[in-house]
């Protein structure tokens, strides 16, 4: 798993939004990269409604979002509609290339990822990463918002 101040893998996956390749969102400025296990299940429910609750603020700070998970992508875009709409790229990490790259794919079910928060500076570097990620634990979002320069 790269540690804050190292440098994040780079990627290409496909997606919700059409292809995403790290390299190029990071031009335009910082990336929240959110792992999650699967579409539509009650935690990844809940962790992906909350980044799209806190979509405009994080944009706001100058942030992206990208969710990945090994589902495909027409999965994926069952589970946007579900929530009523995903205003970030769902992207499809179908063989954990992503997933073993940023070091978290699941302990108990080598087919998925486990929920994972990286925010990845311009440079491509690493500023904070929450292995596992708890989507109700509020402190670990609250730890990516302040690495994007929300005090709180």
Do not use: K
Not at 40 to 62: I, N, S
């Amino acid at each position: 798993m790269p540690e804050p101040g190292e440098r994040a893998p780079d990627f290409v996956l496909p997606s919700t939004n059409g292809e995403v390749r790290l390299s190029e969102r990071l031009v335009r400025g910082r990336v929240l990269l959110a792992f999650y296990v699967e579409d539509a299940t009650p935690a990844c429910t809940t962790e992906v409604a909350a980044l799209t609750d806190a979509y405009e603020t994080l944009r706001e700070l100058g942030a992206d979002v990208i969710a990945v998970s090994a589902d495909g992508v027409e999965s994926h875009r069952a589970f946007a509609e579900r929530l009523g709409g995903v205003p970030f790229a769902l992207a499809s990490d179908g063989d954990l290339a992503v997933a073993s790259a940023y070091g978290v794919i699941a302990e108990d079910d080598a087919r998925r990822s486990r929920r994972a928060l990286f925010v990845i500076e311009q440079d491509g570097t690493v500023s904070y990463a929450a292995d596992p990620y708890q989507p109700n634990n509020l402190s670990q979002l609250e730890g990516a918002l302040r690495a994007l320069g929300v005090e709180l």
